[in-house]
């Protein structure tokens, strides 16, 4: 009994000494996947950044909790989709998540030998958006009439609250006892189609509502060329919208270990 419980000891000793909490920085770009641009990547790219919590359990999986601001944009014109549309929007984009890593070599911050590894990632995200375009929200005007009017029937208009499923790939290195750099590329896949404010058809027509009129803006907004008629394709309907942030990271490892007790980190 006393050498299985020296056993289980060492077992649980060395476990404890496997696991470490680091925080870090983001910093990289965001871009957006939908009925304004169906097929580029990378297409539209702008700022992204926010800040992360890591929570390392052993070389193989580790835990991460993230805040992550990112702005996206899209463009008929710039992604050559359907310009005779002219639609555009922009969108911030506060995204909040909880992913697990899987390294596919052995892996530790401070490690002596085990400083680099590939690695895949996957959880669950909760995300706001809001839809513009020349800094009027594009919600508010229901642009594909979805609902009638918002404040008739608001429970009927998309939510700007979503969930999404974020995945992804990325490398990482620790370059010091402490410090560790990480290169990753996420996808978010949604459940809503209208990050970009555009999904199904036009609903009002345009040549007989002028200046003046009080879905005006409603027209302008939902069809800037004014040559569409209602229940014309103007999305579509049948695909849902995705974003993405790549970049790096920086992250400082705290020890979860009593100071003064055997790391494990340097083997």
């Known amino acids: 009994m006393r050498k299985i419980f020296l056993i289980l000891l060492i077992i649980g000793a060395q476990q404890l000494r496997s696991q470490s909490l680091e925080v870090g920085i983001f910093g990289g770009g965001a871009y957006y996947i939908g009925d304004l641009n169906p097929h580029f990547h990378f297409l539209n790219t702008d700022k992204a950044y926010g800040g992360l919590v890591r ?3 052993n070389k193989r999986w580790a835990f991460r909790g993230q805040f992550v601001y990112g702005k996206i944009k899209g463009d008929d014109v710039s992604s050559g989709f359907m310009p005779e549309r002219g639609l555009s929007f922009t969108s911030g984009i506060y995204e909040a998540s909880i992913v697990s890593e899987f390294n596919f070599l052995p892996y530790f911050t401070g490690s002596a030998k ?21 800094g009027v929200s594009l919600r508010e005007l229901n642009t594909e009439g979805e609902g009638g009017s918002i404040l008739e029937n608001p429970h009927k208009v998309y939510s700007l609250y979503q969930f999404a499923i974020p995945f992804g790939l990325g490398v990482k290195y620790s370059f010091s006892g402490k410090f560790a750099v990480s290169l990753e590329w996420g996808l978010r896949r949604t459940f809503t189609d209208y990050l970009d404010d555009v999904s199904t058809e036009y609903y009002l027509s345009a040549p007989n ?3 003046g009129h009080h879905d005006y803006s409603t027209v302008a907004f939902s069809d800037p ?29 705290f020890n979860l270990t009593k100071r003064g007790a055997c790391s494990g980190f340097k083997n």
């Open 114 to 134: 085990d400083v680099f590894s590939p690695f895949i990632f996957a959880g669950i995200a909760g995300f706001h958006h809001r839809p513009e375009r020349a």
């Open 55 to 57: 929570y390392l359990e």
């Open 225 to 253: 060329t004014l040559n569409h008629e209602p229940q014309m394709q103007r999305g579509l309907r049948a695909s849902q919208d995705w974003y993405s942030f790549a970049g790096l990271s920086l992250f400082y490892r």
């Open 209 to 211: 509502i002028g200046p």
